[in-house]
């Protein structure tokens, strides 16, 4: 087991095990309701039209969990189903191939179930699919599949395999990508984020690029005033830019504020949480969830920049950006004081990050880049491509 893994292990037990109630939870959902989700799955499927030659599928991890990247996936296979008239295909969701599965995502509100990937062998008459699956998943995907899935693949005429890239630092090695090709007869790329979307990304894959986005409604969580929030910073569990350093940091500087980790809690339990807290802070990429969820219901958090997820360098220019790890470590405890009673102050800066996020995102943006893809007109093509 990696460093990783056993850090990764030993945060769940310090997790769970103090709490049975909640390890009883994670035993039922990720082990004995599998049976039961065999059968809900089976009943399910039934209301979905076999007869289809177009098939789209989105692939998400078999373990049930709140991760950013997941609800990405739910919303992107959402806006496709909304879109058909533009691809005339089957939409689903489906698990990793393996045993593990489940129906519906309990850590968020969405009206998608989820089918196991065996399942797609009912399609009987598909002469096309599209395979959308996160790049994290793709090194040992083909090998996961079963001898009937790969038989199965091999009898349609044009397997398209996308590649999620919502994270650019987790992309396989080319190696991988090209590997594909002993099955898939398309590869293609999508990105969730803006700043790695570019010719030079496109080249270096060597497979066309097109700019997904992401989505995702936070209209629902309306926020509260200024001075309903406590003294708490919601902490990001990513492990980036010195995370015990800043922590101990923060409990022996700020002894009045509460510092709780997101870990273990449904999206509802973590927006309402955010809502109460006067800060978040985020260990991750920056320009993630954490930020963009806090200034949706006019709270703060505070970040450090880095150029690989924002989507460019104005971002530094707000006052809760940090330049580096060592200028967040100097001056954050300086700026919570500062801001920790300063509503207008505090406010001006919630709204102008809202202002620039909403730059770069809406839906109608988000709902076009799914129509565009569909459509084959990529944002790039490899150069390669392009002058033969």
Same mark, same amino acid.
């Given at each position: 087991?990696?460093?990783?893994?056993?850090?990764?292990?030993?945060?769940?037990?310090?997790?769970?095990? +103090?709490?049975?109630?909640?390890?009883?939870?994670?035993?039922? $959902?990720?082990?004995?309701?599998?049976?039961?989700?065999?059968?809900?799955?089976?009943?399910?499927?039934?209301?979905?039209?076999?007869?289809?030659?177009? !098939?789209?599928?989105?692939?998400? +991890?078999?373990?049930?969990?709140?991760? /950013?990247?997941?609800?990405?996936?739910? #919303?992107?296979?959402?806006?496709?189903?909304?879109?058909?008239?533009?691809?005339?295909?089957?939409?689903?969701?489906?698990?990793? +191939?393996?045993?593990?599965?489940?129906?519906?995502?309990?850590?968020?509100?969405?009206?998608?179930?989820?089918?196991?990937?065996?399942?797609?062998?009912?399609?009987?008459?598909?002469?096309?699919?599209?395979?959308?699956?996160?790049?994290?998943?793709?090194?040992?995907?083909?090998?996961?599949? =079963?001898?009937?899935?790969?038989?199965?693949?091999?009898?349609?005429?044009?397997?398209?395999?996308?590649?999620?890239?919502?994270?650019?630092? $987790?992309?396989?090695?080319?190696?991988?990508?090209?590997?594909?090709?002993?099955?898939?007869?398309?590869?293609?790329? #999508?990105? %969730?984020?803006?700043?790695?979307?570019?010719?030079?990304? $496109?080249?270096?894959?060597?497979? +066309?690029?097109?700019?997904? =986005?992401?989505?995702?409604? !936070?209209?629902?969580?309306?926020? #509260?005033?200024?001075?309903?929030?406590?003294?708490?910073?919601? !902490?990001?569990?990513?492990?980036? /830019?010195?995370?015990?350093?800043?922590?101990?940091? !923060?409990?022996?500087?700020?002894?009045?504020?509460?510092?709780?980790?997101?870990?273990?809690?449904?999206?509802?339990?973590?927006?309402?949480?955010?809502?109460?807290?006067?800060?978040?802070?985020?260990?991750?990429?920056?320009?993630? /969830?954490?930020?963009?969820?806090?200034? %949706?219901?006019?709270?703060? $958090?505070?970040?450090?920049?880095?150029?690989?997820?924002?989507?460019?360098?104005?971002?530094?220019?707000?006052?809760?950006?940090?330049?580096?790890?060592?200028?967040?470590?100097?001056?954050?405890?300086?700026?919570?004081?500062?801001?920790? =009673? %300063?509503?207008?102050?505090?406010?001006?800066?919630?709204?102008?990050?809202?202002?620039?996020?909403?730059?770069?995102?809406?839906?109608?943006?988000?709902?076009?880049?799914?129509?565009?893809?569909?459509?084959?007109?990529?944002?790039?093509?490899?150069?390669?491509?392009?002058?033969?």
């Amino acid at each position: 087991m990696a460093d990783h893994e056993r850090l990764a292990a030993v945060e769940r037990l310090k997790y769970y095990l +103090p709490h049975p109630l909640r390890l009883i939870r994670l035993l039922y $959902c990720d082990y004995l309701q599998i049976p039961l989700c065999y059968y809900l799955q089976n009943k399910e499927f039934c209301k979905i039209d076999h007869r289809a030659e177009n !098939l789209i599928a989105f692939i998400v +991890p078999g373990k049930n969990r709140p991760t /950013g990247g997941v609800m990405s996936i739910f #919303s992107l296979a959402t806006a496709a189903k909304e879109i058909k008239d533009i691809h005339n295909s089957e939409v689903i969701l489906v698990t990793y +191939p393996g045993v593990r599965t489940y129906f519906k995502n309990r850590y968020f509100k969405s009206k998608e179930t989820v089918f196991r990937f065996n399942q797609i062998k009912k399609f009987r008459n598909v002469t096309k699919i599209i395979i959308h699956i996160p790049e994290f998943l793709l090194d040992k995907f083909y090998d996961s599949l =079963s001898v009937g899935d790969k038989e199965y693949l091999s009898r349609i005429n044009h397997v398209h395999i996308n590649i999620l890239n919502q994270n650019i630092e $987790c992309m396989p090695s080319k190696e991988v990508i090209t590997s594909l090709k002993k099955f898939a007869t398309k590869i293609t790329q #999508s990105t %969730a984020h803006y700043r790695y979307t570019n010719q030079e990304i $496109c080249n270096q894959y060597k497979i +066309p690029l097109h700019h997904f =986005s992401v989505y995702l409604e !936070l209209s629902v969580y309306s926020g #509260s005033n200024f001075e309903d929030t406590r003294k708490i910073i919601v !902490l990001s569990s990513d492990k980036r /830019g010195g995370r015990d350093t800043v922590i101990t940091m !923060l409990k022996n500087r700020l002894p009045d504020y509460k510092l709780v980790t997101v870990r273990g809690m449904t999206f509802d339990e973590y927006m309402v949480l955010v809502k109460r807290a006067k800060f978040s802070l985020t260990f991750g990429e920056g320009f993630d /969830g954490y930020l963009i969820h806090a200034a %949706a219901v006019g709270r703060l $958090c505070f970040a450090v920049y880095n150029d690989i997820f924002f989507p460019d360098k104005s971002f530094i220019e707000l006052d809760n950006i940090y330049v580096s790890d060592d200028d967040l470590l100097e001056n954050i405890v300086e700026d919570i004081r500062k801001l920790e =009673s %300063a509503k207008n102050e505090y406010m001006k800066i919630v709204n102008q990050n809202m202002e620039k996020i909403n730059s770069f995102y809406s839906y109608d943006k988000f709902l076009d880049n799914q129509k565009r893809f569909y459509l084959n007109h990529y944002d790039y093509y490899p150069e390669s491509d392009r002058a033969g």
